[in-house]
């Protein structure tokens, strides 16, 4: 049974950094892709980006481009998200993917 279980999420003033962490169970983790999208309030899901299953290969959506970096360690079965340079319009709740497999979402406000 896949289970991801997102944390790191919290308050944070714009220009702020904060590092979201999923941890994955149930499944080979460094077999698959893995995908962090993101729900602002009254909005659907945002794709924000992709790293293949061995960290070589990542994508990012434009507007997080240069400010936020995917990565993943697979020896301890988590994937990451640095988020810097934060601003209001990161605010969302952030999930990590499996395919259609998700978390429960980690919150993230940047406000001052």
């Known amino acids: 049974q896949v289970q991801l279980v997102e944390s790191g999420g919290d308050l944070v003033q714009p220009g702020g950094s904060l590092r979201l962490s999923c941890a994955a169970s149930?499944?080979?983790?460094?077999?698959?892709?893995m995908t962090w999208v993101r729900q602002a309030p009254g909005k659907g899901l945002e794709w924000v980006s992709n790293?293949?299953?061995?960290?070589?290969?990542?994508d990012y959506a434009d507007s997080v481009k240069g400010r936020f970096t995917i990565s993943r360690d697979n020896a301890a079965n988590t994937l990451y998200l640095q988020m810097n340079s934060l601003k209001p319009e990161d605010t969302a709740v952030y999930y990590c993917?499996?395919?259609?497999?998700r978390g429960q979402g980690t919150q993230v406000i940047v406000s001052s």
């Open positions: 149930g499944f080979t983790f460094s077999s698959y892709a």
């Open positions: 993917k499996k395919g259609t497999s």
């Open positions: 790293i293949n299953s061995g960290g070589s290969r990542t």
